[in-house]
C-alpha cells in the first residue's frame, strides 16, 4: 500500500509537470502543421498503441454500447478539446491557452449543476469565480491591443470552447458507469477522437505530407504522443484512482505556471508583473471554486 501511494504521488508529479509542458509543444507544432491535424495525429498514434497493448495481453473487444459511449466522450474531451486546444495554439501564446485552460473546474461545477445534482451555490462557490474571471480579465486588459486581432481573438474562443468541452466530457464520464479498464477506455476514446479529427482536417482542405516534417515537427507530435497522451495521461488516470481527487486536482494550479515560464523561456513569450499577478488570482478563483465543489460533494457522500 505504501509502494502504491508513492507511485500514485510520483504520478500526480509527473502529470502536473509534463502537462504544462504539452502547450510548448503544440505551439511548437503548430508553427509547422495545422492544429487539428497534429492533434489528430496525436491521439490516433497513442490511441492504436494503447488499444493494442491491452488486446495483445487478452482484452475483449467492448461491446457496442460501450464502443458508443467511448465515441461519444472520446469526441466531446480529445477532440472537443485537445482539437481546439491545439488549433489554438496557433494564434495565441502557449501560456495564455495554459491559464484559459485552468478555468476547467469552474466550468466543471457549472455542468456538474446541471446534469449530475445541484450543486449548493454557496459564497465561496461565487466569490470563487468571481475572483477566476478578475484574473482571466486582468490577462486581457494587459493584451488590450492584442484582442483587436480577429486571429487572437479566435484563438481565444477556441480555447473557450475547448474548456467547455473538456469539463463536459468529465462530467460525462464520471456520470457513466462504463465498466471497462480506464486506460482501455481511453485508448478507444484516443483512437476515435483522432480519427474524426483528421477527418475534419481533409474536409479543411488539410493533407498529410510526411516528406515535409521538419525536425521539430517530429519532435513535437512524438513528444505530444509519448509524454504528453501515453505516459502524462495514464500517470493522471493511476493518480485518480489512487488519490483522493481535491489532491490530484493541484496539477490543474501548476500546469499553468510550467507553461507560461516556459513559453517565456523558449519562445520568448510576453511574461510582466500584470500578466504574472493575473495569472495566480486566477488559480486562486479556481482554487477556491474546487475547494467548494468538493466539500458540497464531501458534505453529500456523508449524509
Not at 509542458?21 to 498503441?49: E, F, K, P
Not at 456520470?175 to 477506455?185: C, E, R
Request: aromatic share 14%; with cysteine.
Amino acid at each position: 500500500m505504501k509502494k502504491q501511494n508513492t507511485n500514485a504521488y510520483l504520478a500526480l508529479v509527473i502529470v502536473s509537470i509534463f502537462w504544462g509542458t504539452t502547450y510548448l509543444a503544440a505551439r511548437i507544432g503548430v508553427q509547422h502543421m495545422h492544429g487539428m491535424m497534429l492533434a489528430g495525429l496525436r491521439q490516433t498514434s497513442a490511441g492504436v498503441i494503447l488499444t493494442a497493448f491491452f488486446l495483445l495481453r487478452g482484452y475483449k473487444l467492448p461491446e457496442v454500447p460501450v464502443l458508443s459511449r467511448l465515441f461519444v466522450i472520446g469526441v466531446i474531451m480529445l477532440c472537443g478539446s485537445n482539437g481546439l486546444m491545439t488549433w489554438a495554439m496557433q494564434y495565441i501564446p502557449s501560456g495564455l491557452g495554459a491559464i484559459i485552460a485552468a478555468t476547467v473546474p469552474i466550468w466543471v461545477t457549472i455542468f456538474s449543476f446541471f446534469l449530475v445534482q445541484r450543486t449548493k451555490i454557496s459564497w465561496q462557490l461565487v466569490a470563487g469565480m468571481i475572483i477566476g474571471l478578475l484574473g482571466i480579465g486582468g490577462i486581457f486588459y494587459d493584451n488590450l491591443a492584442h484582442l483587436m486581432e480577429p486571429e487572437y481573438r479566435f484563438g481565444v474562443l477556441l480555447i473557450t470552447a475547448a474548456c467547455v468541452f473538456w469539463a463536459l466530457g468529465s462530467v460525462l464520464t464520471a456520470k457513466w458507469a462504463l465498466g471497462i479498464n480506464y486506460l482501455y477506455g481511453a485508448g478507444y476514446q484516443m483512437l476515435f477522437s483522432g480519427i474524426v479529427m483528421l477527418v475534419i482536417s481533409a474536409l479543411m482542405g488539410q493533407h498529410l505530407n510526411i516528406g515535409n516534417f521538419t525536425g521539430e515537427l517530429w519532435g513535437s507530435l512524438l513528444y505530444l504522443v509519448f509524454i504528453g497522451s501515453l505516459l502524462s495521461y495514464s500517470a493522471y488516470v493511476f493518480a485518480l484512482n489512487n488519490l483522493p481527487p481535491s489532491l490530484v486536482s493541484v496539477y490543474a494550479y501548476i500546469n499553468p505556471i510550467v507553461a507560461v515560464i516556459l513559453g517565456w523561456l523558449i519562445l520568448s513569450e510576453k511574461l510582466n508583473w500584470v500578466m504574472g499577478l493575473s495569472c495566480l488570482v486566477t488559480l486562486l478563483g479556481v482554487y477556491i471554486v474546487n475547494r467548494a465543489f468538493n466539500k458540497h460533494k464531501s458534505y453529500e457522500r456523508s449524509k
